[in-house]
């Protein structure tokens, strides 16, 4: 047997299934409350109302749509969700504590591609999964077509990665909430900044609005690019985070990439 023959046969694979699943179990065993109830919010949320016409049906059949707080419970079912489903994500990240030189996963056989792959499936089956399963049940019951029980598929799994990658460039659960509100504020200000450039420019030019390509605004074409590369710059913010460990770079380059993609759909794409 040749040296290179038997090199093969000892290689490590890229990804060991049992290390993934050591974590999910893990995780299961820190975060198994709030999973559980993250993951029967979700699913009734999405098989019980998609719309305030939903809400209302559904407490008037309950016996309780007289009482005048249709609007607030409809507020508070369609706001608590995503914030909870958030703070799960934020704990999620930071029971593996990606910034933190001392954190028992550096030191264990564990490599960053099965730590990733880990909450990944954490994310899947407590948030994306019961919100199919809930869609399905409820575009079975209002005949509508199954199709779009996947509609927000893509967009659900994509939030929980970024929410994913943002709190593990910080090292406590409340700099990773403090971290996501800056973020928010940032494409907000992003946002913003496109307008008034586009409003002082139309003005000095006597032009109402001065949008270059206002036809792609929510094109398909448009949403693929943003899409690979909201992807791509994450793998490399998780490269650089997780294996070379460069958490300053990590975060410059993904922060500045949503900034900066924020302030160019606003200004190229965005009408006034």
């Given at each position: 047997m040749t040296v290179q023959s038997r090199a093969s046969e000892t290689a490590e694979p890229l990804m060991r299934w049992q290390a993934v699943a050591s974590i999910i179990r893990k995780d299961k065993h820190l975060l198994a409350p709030y999973a559980l109830a993250g993951a029967i919010?979700?699913?009734?949320?999405?098989?019980?109302?998609?719309?305030?016409?939903?809400?209302?049906?559904?407490?008037?059949?309950?016996?309780?749509?007289?009482?005048?707080?249709?609007?607030?419970?409809?507020?508070?079912?369609?706001?608590?969700?995503?914030?909870?489903?958030?703070?799960?994500?934020?704990?999620?990240?930071?029971?593996?504590?990606?910034?933190?030189?001392?954190?028992?996963?550096?030191?264990?056989?564990?490599?960053?591609?099965?730590?990733?792959?880990?909450?990944?499936?954490?994310?899947?089956?407590?948030?994306?999964?019961?919100?199919?399963?809930?869609?399905?049940?409820?575009?079975?019951?209002?005949?509508?077509?199954?199709?779009?029980?996947?509609?927000?598929?893509?967009?659900?799994?994509?939030?929980?990665?970024?929410?994913?990658?943002?709190?593990?460039?910080?090292s406590t659960p409340f700099r990773a909430v403090l971290a996501v509100l800056g973020v928010f504020v940032l494409l907000t200000v992003a946002i913003l900044l496109a307008e008034v450039i586009k409003r002082a420019v139309g003005f000095a030019l006597g032009a109402p609005d001065l949008t270059p390509f206002p036809n792609l605004d929510g094109s398909w074409i448009v949403e693929l690019v943003a899409g690979i590369g909201l992807y791509a710059v994450s793998g490399i913010t998780l490269w650089l985070l997780l294996a070379r460990r460069k958490r300053v770079a990590a975060s410059w380059l993904f922060v500045g990439y949503f900034a900066a993609q924020m302030f160019l759909r606003n200004l190229l794409f965005s009408p006034l």
């Open positions: 919010w979700m699913f009734a949320m999405s098989a019980l109302f998609h719309t305030y016409t939903d809400f209302s049906a559904l407490m008037a059949s309950l016996g309780i749509s007289g009482l005048g707080l249709d609007s607030y419970l409809f507020a508070v079912f369609g706001i608590g969700p995503p914030v909870a489903l958030t703070l799960f994500v934020i704990l999620l990240a930071q029971t593996n504590v990606a910034s933190d030189t001392r954190h028992d996963w550096l030191i264990r056989p564990i490599t960053p591609l099965e730590l990733v792959a880990s909450k990944m499936v954490t994310i899947f089956c407590v948030i994306v999964a019961p919100m199919i399963a809930g869609n399905v049940i409820y575009m079975m019951v209002n005949a509508a077509p199954l199709e779009e029980a996947f509609a927000f598929f893509l967009l659900i799994l994509t939030c929980g990665v970024l929410v994913l990658v943002l709190a593990w460039l910080v």
